[in-house]
């Protein structure tokens, strides 16, 4: 049973667009929401985690924002570029398992 | 710094044949995990060792076993390979120990591409 639900499966924007990617949860108990970023023919790389108090985190060009009365979280990325086509993955933890979504491919054209 | 290595990079087994997927890291973690990747399936994770000399199932850990040989190192066997079995394989490794509070930062390897005929 897969414990945190992403979408969309893929999303194709332009160059300078804002690509969300939206991710559920129903576990109560997960206390720490990160998002991976992966690259061809590599491992992901945590990009920018966010904890149930706060509803806004900024690193640079990535937000995350969550609602925790709707047990839902999401990625924005501002004036996107081709750089940052890879596939990106929420994860939600409570201990040491992280339990990821199943990815969203992002695609950003010149 | 070379972080979390993983080999081999390739493997392909026959149906029944078994292999060890090796992991070391070098970044004196605690806690290290292994997880398999499959098109549309995400991230599911297999084992993980909360430390050295523990071990403890995840999500999909049927076919496997581990083996935390020391602190830096982290095997995962197939005793008999399937070919449900064929994935990417990620080894992965965070400083987060049994006593310790806090982000669970994991760090990937490269992953291995296991093809089972």
């Known amino acids: 049973q897969q414990q945190v639900k992403q979408s969309p499966q893929s999303l194709i924007v332009q160059k300078g667009g804002i690509p969300i990617i939206n991710c559920a949860y129903e576990?109560?108990?997960?206390?720490?929401f990160p998002w991976y970023q992966q690259f061809p023919g590599k491992g992901p790389a945590l990009l920018i985690a966010i904890r149930p108090d706060v509803s806004e985190k900024k690193e640079g060009r990535f937000t995350i924002s969550f609602n925790k009365s709707a047990k839902q979280f999401s990625l924005h990325i501002m004036d996107s570029q081709p750089g940052d086509s890879a596939t990106y993955f929420c994860a939600a933890a409570h201990g040491y398992a992280l339990n990821f979504g199943k990815g969203t491919s992002l695609l950003v054209t010149p | 710094n070379a972080g979390v290595t993983q080999t081999p990079k390739f493997q392909v087994l026959k149906t029944g044949q078994s292999m060890t997927l090796q992991c070391a890291q070098d970044?004196?973690?605690?806690?290290m995990y292994w997880y398999r990747q499959d098109p549309g399936m995400g991230l599911r994770l297999i084992y993980y060792s909360a430390s050295e000399g523990t071990t403890d199932k995840g999500e999909v850990p049927n076919g496997y076993n581990v083996s935390r040989l020391n602190k830096r190192e982290f095997s995962l066997r197939l005793e008999s390979a399937a070919p449900s079995q064929t994935s990417v394989y990620f080894c992965?490794?965070?400083?987060?120990?049994?006593?310790?509070?806090?982000?669970?930062?994991?760090?990937f390897g490269a992953g291995s591409r296991l093809t089972v005929l």
């Open positions: 576990n109560t108990a997960f206390d720490y």
């Open positions: 992965a490794s965070s400083e987060k120990g049994t006593t310790s509070y806090g982000a669970n930062v994991l760090t």
């Open positions: 970044m004196n973690h605690n806690s």
